[in-house]
């Protein structure tokens, strides 16, 4: 009578192709974690941009009356404009149109520490109160 069974040879391959899947989708775990958190960060930054946006836009005065370009930051902000967090937010204003009462808006929120990703910038142009 013939035995059945595996030879040790059998399971050592079979254990080796095993290990390689395993690796295999142990490195792909770590992409999709590493995506999510860029992602992750990068919808904070627009989320932040946009409120900071609708801030400024909002407010009744955006302009500078010297007519020259006027730069405001806040560091070291959260995702909601708190203070303690990894954000650093700088609003410019500037005139492109002349003796004009419309101001171009750049909003730029970067991201320091861990995964920095690109930084988040939005435009409008604005006459204040929210037009």
Do not use: W
């Not at 806040?74 to 410019?92: K, W």
């Amino acid at each position: 009578m013939k035995e059945q069974g595996f030879t040790l040879l059998e399971v050592v391959i079979a254990t080796a192709i095993f290990a390689i899947g395993i690796l295999a989708v142990i490195g792909l775990q770590t992409q999709v974690v590493s995506g999510n958190a860029r992602s992750n960060i990068q919808t904070e930054q627009m989320l932040l941009a946009q409120a900071v946006m609708e801030r400024v836009k909002n407010a009744p005065d955006i302009f500078n009356p010297t007519g020259a370009n006027n730069v405001t930051a806040l560091n070291n902000v959260d995702s909601e404009g708190n203070a303690g967090g990894p954000y650093n937010v700088t609003v410019t204003r500037t005139n492109p149109l002349g003796g004009t009462t419309s101001r171009f808006i750049t909003v730029t929120v970067t991201k320091t520490g861990g995964f920095t990703g690109h930084d988040a910038v939005i435009r409008c142009l604005s006459h204040g109160n929210g037009i």
